[in-house]
């Protein structure tokens, strides 16, 4: 509500504003439009005073926009392990089937990913070794399985798909992510090849090295 309230201030300031040249049209066009009501006014302020007011309601929807846009996706945990042991080449978006006690552990950042892994049976796909600790205050009726084996929910074409490239091309199926997604937890599954040691002592050095040189960037 207070997001929605910044945009329609802001853009009503740009609307009686930008005529006499206190705000850029610029920044009005940056701002979503949207309708007041008639007889809003902006008062007996001066031009300075008024100014200032705009360019505050300036910020505050930025401000709205930026939160709105970090709530629709926010990350839950990361699996850093899977990129130092795997080639990951493609990147596949899944849903979880979960139960009632896990999502309130997953809005709580309950969640790791480390010793997990994708497996396909009987033509579905399923996610094993997640771990999602209960909160005690959200799962008293329940017996939890913090590392349950749980179904990951793909349209039928994806799971052809990734039934033809485990089976026949010889990927692994790895978590690589797990975040909300306009309010629904989402899986990020990484279609992978395994590295061998040398690759992974070059991966090393690479990255190393990046650290070293934006130390060196950073110090002059």
């Not at 991966?203 to 060196?216: M, V």
Request: net charge positive; proline share 3%.
């Amino acid at each position: 509500m207070q997001g929605t309230a910044a945009l329609s201030n802001a853009a009503c300031f740009c609307s009686h504003t930008a005529g006499r040249g206190l705000i850029k049209g610029r920044d009005c066009r940056s701002i979503e439009r949207i309708r007041q009501p008639n007889g809003f006014s902006l008062g007996h302020t001066s031009g300075p005073a008024r100014s200032q007011r705009a360019k505050t309601y300036l910020e505050m929807a930025k401000k709205a926009k930026q939160n709105n846009n970090s709530a629709a996706t926010s990350t839950i945990a990361l699996n850093k392990k899977a990129r130092h042991d795997f080639f990951i080449e493609e990147r596949i978006e899944a849903g979880l089937s979960l139960q009632g006690w896990e999502v309130k552990s997953l809005r709580d950042g309950r969640a790791q990913l480390k010793e997990s892994y994708v497996l396909i049976r009987a033509g579905e796909a399923w996610l094993l070794g997640c771990h999602i600790s209960p909160l005690t205050s959200a799962s008293t009726h329940v017996s939890p399985d913090p590392t349950r084996t749980r179904k990951l929910l793909l349209h039928r074409r994806e799971l052809d798909r990734l039934i033809g490239a485990v089976e026949r091309r010889g990927y692994t199926l790895i978590p690589t992510a797990l975040y909300w997604k306009r309010g629904k937890a989402k899986l990020e599954i990484g279609l992978a090849r395994g590295k061998k040691q040398h690759d992974k002592r070059a991966a090393d050095k690479d990255r190393d090295w990046e650290r070293q040189k934006a130390r060196i960037l950073k110090h002059g």
